[in-house]
């Protein structure tokens, strides 16, 4: 098995600024303001949750009464019907849970149906992983995840598919900002990534004053992880290197 390629502190610095200037483009060229959507994938329950501009708009499930894959057209149904509504959003998806015993195939299959979607509707699309979304709110247990969210953003939610699903929404919101500050404050030095961090400077744009440091460091790795997104995620053409050869 290959070993999994190590970034020096200043390379994952430099992959930092070249992922918010590209998920800047991404949102300019693709959303409106900054609209996100959360979608927490899973066959049986999918939870949804729509933020505009910094306000919770609405959230819900989608729950098949169906069975077998007939579920996974009843989701995709849904999220299209979401997704004409023109609103332009930019989503984040939870990924895959690559530990899971049991239902790896079937998320799979719904993950690559959400995906081909999106990719149809040119809506620009953040992996947020399932590790990402606890510790983004300190909750040790996922059972405790509604509880936090009750006592940080006063929100009531019975659900832990709709919590997720508020959850990624919150998170993709706040990496968007994350990369408008940056980009819109013209950091361009490896160097002023570290200061910007380490002197919580990025707390002077309003919409991140209230994010802990443990959040910005989550955010830090969610974008440098994302560099490759606005190259590869709306290709339609293969690459040059590939068209050139002959298939046999």
């Known amino acids: 098995?290959?070993?999994?390629?190590?970034?020096?502190?200043?390379?994952?610095?430099?992959?930092?600024?070249d992922g918010c200037k590209n998920i800047e483009y991404l949102r300019k060229k693709y959303g409106k303001g900054f609209?996100?959507?959360?979608?927490?994938?899973?066959?049986?329950?999918?939870?949804?949750?729509?933020?505009?501009?910094?306000?919770?708009?609405?959230?819900?499930?989608?729950?098949p009464k169906s069975w077998g894959f007939s579920r996974m057209v009843v989701i995709e149904k849904?999220?299209?019907?979401?997704?004409?509504?023109?609103?332009?959003?930019?989503?984040?998806?939870?990924?895959?849970?690559y530990n899971s015993t049991w239902g790896r195939?079937?998320?799979?299959?719904?993950?690559?149906?959400?995906?081909?979607?999106?990719?149809?509707?040119?809506?620009?699309?953040?992996?947020?992983?399932?590790?990402?979304?606890?510790a983004w709110i300190g909750a040790r247990k996922k059972g405790n995840i509604m509880l936090e969210i009750l006592d940080r953003y006063k929100v009531k939610i019975e659900d832990d598919n709709e919590a997720d699903a508020f959850l990624?929404?919150?998170?993709?919101?706040?990496?968007?900002?994350?990369?408008?500050?940056?980009?819109?404050?013209?950091?361009?030095?490896?160097?002023?990534?570290?200061?910007c961090f380490r002197d919580e400077s990025y707390k002077?744009?309003?919409?991140?004053k209230s994010l802990f440091k443990y959040q910005a460091k989550g955010i830090f790795n969610l974008i440098?992880?994302?560099?490759?997104?606005?190259?590869?995620?709306?290709?339609?053409t293969p690459p040059k290197e590939f068209t050139k050869k002959k298939i046999v």
């Not at 290959?2 to 970034?7: C, D, M, P, R, S």
């Not at 299209?80 to 609103?87: A, I, M, N, S």
């Not at 994302?226 to 339609?236: G, K, L, P, T």
């Open 1 to 17: 098995m290959a070993k999994k390629k190590v970034y020096s502190i200043v390379e994952q610095r430099q992959m930092f600024l």
């Open 35 to 63: 609209n996100v959507l959360g979608i927490d994938p899973a066959r049986s329950i999918t939870g949804l949750a729509v933020r505009k501009n910094g306000k919770s708009a609405r959230r819900g499930m989608v729950k």
């Open 78 to 97: 849904v999220i299209k019907h979401q997704l004409d509504k023109g609103e332009n959003c930019f989503v984040g998806i939870e990924g895959y849970s």
């Open 105 to 134: 195939e079937a998320a799979g299959e719904l993950g690559g149906i959400i995906r081909r979607l999106l990719f149809r509707y040119k809506s620009p699309l953040l992996v947020i992983s399932p590790l990402t979304v606890k």
């Open 168 to 195: 990624l929404a919150d998170i993709t919101e706040k990496v968007l900002m994350m990369a408008h500050f940056i980009v819109n404050s013209k950091i361009e030095s490896i160097d002023d990534v570290r200061i």
């Open 204 to 208: 002077d744009y309003s919409h991140l």
């Open 224 to 236: 440098f992880r994302s560099e490759n997104m606005a190259v590869d995620f709306f290709r339609d």
